[in-house]
């Protein structure tokens, strides 16, 4: 009896734990994807159930990540934070932030987010400058979230969000090209690219610090392509809820092409400034090789449409309450 | 008409209660108006609860500033579509019972995001018809919201919405 019970509990909770994820993955509307799949352009990646639906995949061809990757279906978007460190009460980081609905504080005037990131499963192992820088940045999502017109992520306002945090945030899809001395990213959030050389040269000893690095790379086997970067530029965010880092960061990325439809990345966060370990944002995160006729559709960051949402929006849900 | 406003004024303590510090709007409750009175826009409080049917569509902007335990249901004509980022909007205005116009903003998520909906630049236009049915400011910002989904929280010209890129009055875009 107590068994059964312990069984039946148990499989609730795992229901309840991945009810979010499951919702996330089934958000399309009957008959859209079938429309969806019939567009030559602005196409938009297959949910999660058609890639398991899929026959196993060819083997992984040898040194090569050519071709278009899909982070949407896995939670690549981690509103709340990385995979592996969500900042959300719940554990999810595919689910967009919002505060839990049995909230006791919800929609009592001036209660936004809290400070700091009591109550989330666990955080990255932050030095005191780590959690002092930590709340000093307002994210929009997460259990810190503010409302839109406090938010002071410097994505909010159009600037680059940088490297790790294009892998960390709206990793949605990518296209990675090589060239004889390059393995070129190209990344679809706010249309932005970075460059990982691999000519053999090394990091740079004092880099001037830039959005997204300077990155090295090397195959260590004919399937892992491992890219070290470092010189990235203080002003950004690690992710969406406003993890900091320092110029010292370094990165470490781990591509595996388990076979020929997938791509796992892991991220290794290395900062003494404001970790006292390295974490690891993101463990064999899953990406799925889309058609190469595949239309990516645009998505910039632009000013002037930032600022009238700013304005129409955000700052009249910021307001204080009339008296 | 009578039963159904005494029933809102009953409910409204109630969700002040549940959710104190908000200002819920002083809607006028009327509902099943004579239908040929098309252009009397109706506003009616549906319920409120748990947002179960809703699903996670705001990646960059949260709900913080919207108290997403309420739903409001409000039928008024659209006058512009903007699809944008971080967030599309739709405006439209509704028009009181006493014939003063309230224009609103709602708001929905990005353009990549909207796309996998099967929303579309093309989805609404100026003159349609809607009924649409959202979350609001928990400041009580008047005349603006955010998009809930589900499978009936808009109707586009009597249609329920979205069901695809080809459910606007105008054809699918052309791939």
């Given at each position: 009896?107590?068994?059964?019970?312990?069984?039946?509990?148990?499989?609730?909770?795992?229901?309840?734990?991945?009810?979010?994820?499951?919702?996330?993955?089934?958000?399309?509307?009957?008959?859209?994807?079938?429309?969806?799949?019939?567009?030559?352009?602005?196409?938009?990646?297959?949910?999660?159930?058609?890639?398991?639906?899929?026959?196993?995949?060819?083997?992984?061809?040898?040194?090569?990540?050519?071709?278009?990757?899909?982070?949407t279906a896995e939670g690549g978007i981690q509103a709340n934070g990385p995979i592996e460190y969500p900042a959300n009460p719940g554990g999810s980081a595919s689910q967009a932030g919002d505060r839990p609905a049995d909230d006791p504080l919800l929609g009592e005037p001036g209660h936004f987010g809290q400070p700091d990131e009591r109550g989330i499963p666990?955080?990255?192992?932050?030095?005191?400058?780590?959690?002092?820088?930590?709340?000093?940045?307002?994210?929009?999502?997460?259990?810190?979230?503010?409302?839109?017109?406090?938010?002071?992520?410097?994505?909010?306002?159009?600037?680059?969000?940088?490297?790790?945090?294009?892998?960390?945030?709206?990793?949605?899809?990518?296209?990675?090209?090589?060239?004889?001395?390059?393995?070129?990213?190209?990344?679809?959030?706010?249309?932005?690219?970075?460059?990982?050389?691999?000519?053999?040269?090394?990091?740079?000893?004092?880099?001037?610090?830039?959005?997204?690095?300077?990155?090295?790379?090397?195959?260590?086997?004919?399937?892992?392509?491992?890219?070290?970067?470092?010189?990235?530029?203080?002003?950004?965010?690690?992710?969406?809820?406003?993890?900091?880092?320092?110029?010292?960061?370094?990165?470490?990325?781990?591509?595996?092409?388990?076979?020929?439809?997938?791509?796992?990345?892991?991220?290794?966060?290395?900062?003494?400034?404001?970790?006292?370990?390295?974490?690891?944002?993101?463990?064999?995160?899953?990406?799925?090789?889309?058609?190469?006729?595949?239309?990516?559709?645009?998505?910039?960051?632009?000013?002037?449409?930032?600022?009238?949402?700013?304005?129409?929006?955000?700052?009249?849900?910021?307001?204080?309450?009339?008296? | 008409?009578?039963?159904?406003?005494?029933?809102?004024?009953?409910?409204?303590?109630?969700?002040?209660?549940?959710?104190?510090?908000?200002?819920?709007?002083?809607?006028?409750?009327?509902?099943?108006?004579?239908?040929m009175r098309n252009r009397l826009t109706t506003i009616f409080l549906v319920g409120f609860g748990l947002l179960t049917v809703s699903v996670p569509l705001f990646a960059h902007h949260g709900n913080a500033a919207y108290a997403t335990g309420t739903k409001i249901t409000v039928k008024g004509t659209v006058t512009e579509w903007i699809w944008a980022n971080?967030?599309?909007?739709?405006?439209?205005?509704?028009?009181?019972?006493?014939?003063?116009?309230?224009?609103?903003?709602?708001?929905?998520?990005?353009?990549?995001?909207?796309?996998?909906?099967?929303?579309?630049?093309?989805?609404?236009?100026?003159?349609?018809?809607?009924?649409?049915?959202?979350?609001?400011?928990?400041?009580?910002?008047?005349?603006?919201?955010?998009?809930?989904?589900?499978?009936?929280?808009?109707?586009?010209?009597?249609?329920?919405?979205?069901?695809?890129?080809?459910?606007?009055?105008?054809?699918?875009?052309?791939?």
């Amino acid at each position: 009896m107590l068994k059964r019970l312990v069984v039946s509990a148990s499989a609730m909770l795992v229901l309840l734990t991945f009810a979010p994820i499951l919702c996330a993955q089934t958000d399309q509307p009957p008959g859209v994807a079938e429309q969806l799949k019939q567009r030559k352009w602005n196409n938009s990646p297959p949910v999660k159930a058609e890639y398991d639906a899929k026959k196993k995949a060819a083997p992984a061809p040898r040194r090569d990540l050519w071709g278009l990757w899909d982070g949407t279906a896995e939670g690549g978007i981690q509103a709340n934070g990385p995979i592996e460190y969500p900042a959300n009460p719940g554990g999810s980081a595919s689910q967009a932030g919002d505060r839990p609905a049995d909230d006791p504080l919800l929609g009592e005037p001036g209660h936004f987010g809290q400070p700091d990131e009591r109550g989330i499963p666990h955080h990255p192992p932050y030095t005191a400058l780590g959690e002092e820088t930590l709340r000093a940045n307002k994210p929009g999502t997460g259990i810190r979230a503010v409302p839109p017109g406090e938010i002071n992520d410097p994505v909010d306002f159009c600037d680059p969000q940088g490297f790790p945090r294009m892998e960390l945030y709206e990793f949605r899809v990518v296209e990675l090209a090589q060239t004889k001395n390059q393995v070129l990213f190209l990344n679809q959030f706010y249309d932005n690219w970075r460059v990982i050389w691999t000519d053999g040269r090394e990091l740079p000893k004092d880099p001037e610090p830039r959005w997204n690095g300077y990155s090295v790379g090397k195959w260590v086997d004919d399937y892992t392509f491992v890219v070290d970067t470092v010189g990235m530029d203080e002003r950004t965010w690690l992710d969406n809820v406003g993890r900091p880092h320092s110029s010292d960061l370094h990165v470490q990325e781990v591509f595996h092409r388990a076979d020929y439809d997938t791509l796992e990345l892991s991220v290794k966060i290395e900062d003494p400034k404001m970790y006292t370990q390295p974490w690891m944002a993101l463990n064999k995160f899953v990406l799925h090789r889309l058609p190469d006729n595949f239309d990516v559709e645009e998505f910039f960051c632009s000013p002037s449409e930032t600022a009238a949402y700013n304005n129409v929006i955000g700052k009249p849900v910021t307001a204080p309450p009339p008296k | 008409m009578r039963a159904k406003r005494v029933y809102y004024d009953t409910l409204r303590p109630l969700l002040q209660t549940r959710f104190q510090g908000i200002r819920l709007p002083a809607f006028q409750a009327e509902i099943g108006s004579d239908a040929m009175r098309n252009r009397l826009t109706t506003i009616f409080l549906v319920g409120f609860g748990l947002l179960t049917v809703s699903v996670p569509l705001f990646a960059h902007h949260g709900n913080a500033a919207y108290a997403t335990g309420t739903k409001i249901t409000v039928k008024g004509t659209v006058t512009e579509w903007i699809w944008a980022n971080p967030h599309c909007w739709l405006k439209f205005d509704a028009k009181h019972e006493k014939g003063e116009m309230q224009h609103w903003i709602v708001e929905a998520s990005n353009p990549p995001d909207m796309t996998r909906q099967g929303w579309a630049k093309t989805s609404f236009k100026a003159g349609d018809e809607v009924v649409v049915t959202m979350m609001i400011p928990k400041n009580g910002a008047a005349g603006i919201g955010r998009f809930i989904s589900g499978p009936n929280s808009i109707v586009l010209n009597g249609q329920p919405f979205p069901s695809g890129v080809a459910n606007s009055t105008q054809p699918a875009p052309k791939p």
